[in-house]
Every structure is written in C-alpha cells, then in structure tokens.
C-alpha cells in the first residue's frame, strides 16, 4: 500500500476529508469519487492528487497512477511522499534508476521517511551492493519502520 497523505488544505477539504474517510473504511470507489471532487473544486490540491495515485496503485493502474504522482509534484515539487510513491510506481515498472533518484529525492525533502529509506535499501541489495543496502535499512529502522 502507498503512502497517503493525510494533510487538509483549501476550499475542497470536506470532499477530501470524506475521501480520506471512505479509504480508511476500505470503499475505495467513493474514495475516488471525493477525491476527484476535491480536484474538480481545487485543481490545485495537491494532497487529493497524491491519494487518488495511491488508489489508482492500489487497483494496479499504474499509468494513471503515476499521471497523479506527477501532478502532484508539479503542484507541490516538495511532496515527498509523491516522490517516494513515485519511485514504487518506477519499481513497478523495473525503471530502478529512475526508482532511486525518486527515493533520493524524497529523502532529500523529508530525511526522517523511513519507508523511502528501507526501499532505497532493498533497491541496493537487489543490485548487489549489500554495503549501502544495510546503511540504508539500518537508517529505516532507527527512524521507526518495523516490518510485520
């Protein structure tokens, strides 16, 4: 599961404090529903972008998925968490160079996201590099990331 965002702002935050209501509840299809009104009130609203990504991800949309990770980066370029979603849509994809510049880059903005750091980890282990592999997950649980 993606990493949502939870963070009101703006004329549309009803409809996306409803969105946030009904992902939680798991009906994901009225969830999208807010969300995309939360845009249609605010185009702008960068975490309605963020969430309808990860919903779109989690039904295995991955194209339109990553049109809202990158949305919402053109609204917001320091939403780490559009970084570090966009770097799963990458992993998906097989595109690891690409999957670690967005891990980078979210790490950058946000250098306490435990999970950008514990997939930059795997993503070095998965080429061999168990040195930084380690660091990397190492740094993901001192900042609080438990697997399981």
Not at 48 to 67: I, P, R
Not at 79 to 87: E, H, I, L, R
Request: glycine share 10%; with cysteine; aromatic share 12%.
């Amino acid at each position: 599961m993606g990493l949502f965002s939870r963070k009101p702002k703006g004329d549309a935050e009803a409809w996306y404090n409803k969105g946030v209501l009904y992902t939680d509840q798991g009906d994901f299809v009225n969830a999208m529903k807010c969300y995309e009104r939360a845009i249609e009130i605010n185009p702008n609203y960068v975490y309605a972008w963020h969430n309808k990504g990860v919903l779109y991800t989690d039904q295995g949309d991955f194209v339109n998925a990553m049109k809202c990770y990158e949305r919402a980066i053109e609204i917001d370029p320091d939403d780490a968490g559009a970084w570090y979603n966009k770097g799963v849509q990458y992993s998906i994809q097989g595109d690891k160079e690409n999957e670690m510049k967005c891990y980078d880059r979210a790490i950058e903005i946000d250098p306490n996201l435990a999970r950008a750091w514990l997939n930059k980890g795997v993503l070095y282990g998965n080429q061999g590099d168990a040195e930084n592999a380690k660091k990397c997950k190492d740094k993901a649980k001192e900042l609080g990331f438990h697997d399981g």
